[in-house]
């Protein structure tokens, strides 16, 4: 810390401990314990132009088999070479090419796909098959069997979202790869969400893990959601109408260490001054716009992807009507009494 001293007697008393290894903590207090969020996450933007001119490259380049998952990581400028695009998440862009099937797989990870681009292609989980839209919300629980498969003729790409450094944290990781690249159906396509979609529960219901028993949430019911919330005039001044997936079961998210929420921004629409601990990514479903986030603006449109560090003052304004899906580990957070924000001038 600056108001220590700095003396001969000192820092040869520093050489003896360190040789033990130990050190001295008020040498180091300030940079451990901050006044404010401190990180070397920043604010960036991906072009989805971009991403899919390089993902089709890759597709001529690797098959999904080969790579296990054909995805181009989304590195944090002020995280290189750690696959994180915040301190405490992973994101990557994901492709499925016609007739591939991305292997079988379980983890210790949980896994968000937020669908940019194909319709008809499949992720399945644990024995059950989901068929994939744009604006599909789709997880992948701990632990979880799950591959996906592209039947269509076009290529089917999604945003990933995992819990990679929060594992990696624990030192908790697992992975487990399956006899067949496919598994096994068990179960009907839709049979979950028909069966725990519609605020209805087998009366002796029992869940097998914190994450929720809906593993894709519809675009469609999303959309239908936040018509819903205008017609109420339920706008709040920092997010326009944000609502946030929920697993039917806890009313918890749908993870327990991702949230995940999408809101609606109409055309003109400017939100206030916001900033919270939770260091959030987001992607444009429909629409344009720009955020301001501290000193910086991005100009977005549809699957352009950005990143809002922690702390960080962030607004966002619409040209057209605009719908964003975001994610982040707000869930963690609140659950160890961490989370905190600032609605500015609200």
């Known amino acids: 810390m600056d108001h220590v001293a700095k003396t001969p007697e000192r820092e040869a008393f520093y050489g003896q401990i360190d040789s033990e290894n130990m050190s001295a903590l008020w040498t180091v207090l300030g940079d ?11 604010a960036h933007l991906w072009r989805y132009e971009a991403i899919r001119r390089y993902m089709m490259e890759a597709g001529k380049l690797i098959t999904a ?12 400028p002020g995280l290189r070479g750690q696959s994180k695009i915040t301190t405490s998440l992973y994101a990557g862009v994901q492709m499925v090419m016609p007739g591939e099937v991305a292997p079988a797989h379980r983890h210790s990870q949980s896994a968000l796909r937020f669908i940019l681009e194909g319709r008809g292609a499949h992720t399945a989980v644990d024995g059950e098959r989901t068929i994939m839209a744009p604006g599909d919300f789709v997880i992948t629980p701990a632990r979880a069997w799950h591959d996906h498969g592209n039947e269509t003729s076009e290529p089917m790409l999604w945003l990933d979202g995992l819990d990679i450094p929060m594992v990696q944290f624990f030192d908790a990781s697992f992975i487990e790869g399956h006899a067949e690249d496919a598994q096994p159906l068990t179960r009907p396509d839709g049979d979950s969400f028909a069966r725990y979609g519609h605020n209805l529960l087998p ?59 999408m809101q609606l921004l109409p055309n003109g629409f400017r939100t206030a001054r916001y900033r919270s601990t939770d ?14 986030i501290g000193d910086r603006v991005v100009e977005w449109g549809p699957r352009d992807i950005f990143v809002v560090p922690s702390w960080h003052w962030v607004t966002h304004e619409a040209d057209e009507e605009a719908v964003v899906f975001s994610f982040s580990d707000r869930p963690v957070q609140q659950k160890l009494d961490l989370f905190r924000e600032d609605r500015g001038n609200a």
């Open 203 to 261: 009366v002796d219901f029992q869940p097998k893990s914190k994450a929720s028993p809906v593993f894709n949430y519809p675009y469609e019911h999303t959309r239908e959601a936040l018509e819903t919330a205008r017609r109420t005039s339920e706008w709040d001044p920092c997010h326009g109408l944000k609502l946030r997936y929920v697993n039917p079961v806890s009313g918890e998210s749908p993870m327990p260490t991702i949230g995940a929420f």
């Open 65 to 76: 088999r080969e790579a296990e998952r054909r995805v181009l990581i989304l590195e944090n």
């Open 32 to 42: 451990l314990i901050t006044r404010e969020p401190k990180s070397p996450c920043r």
């Open 279 to 292: 260091a959030t990514v987001f992607t444009a479903v429909e629409g344009r716009g720009r955020s301001r």
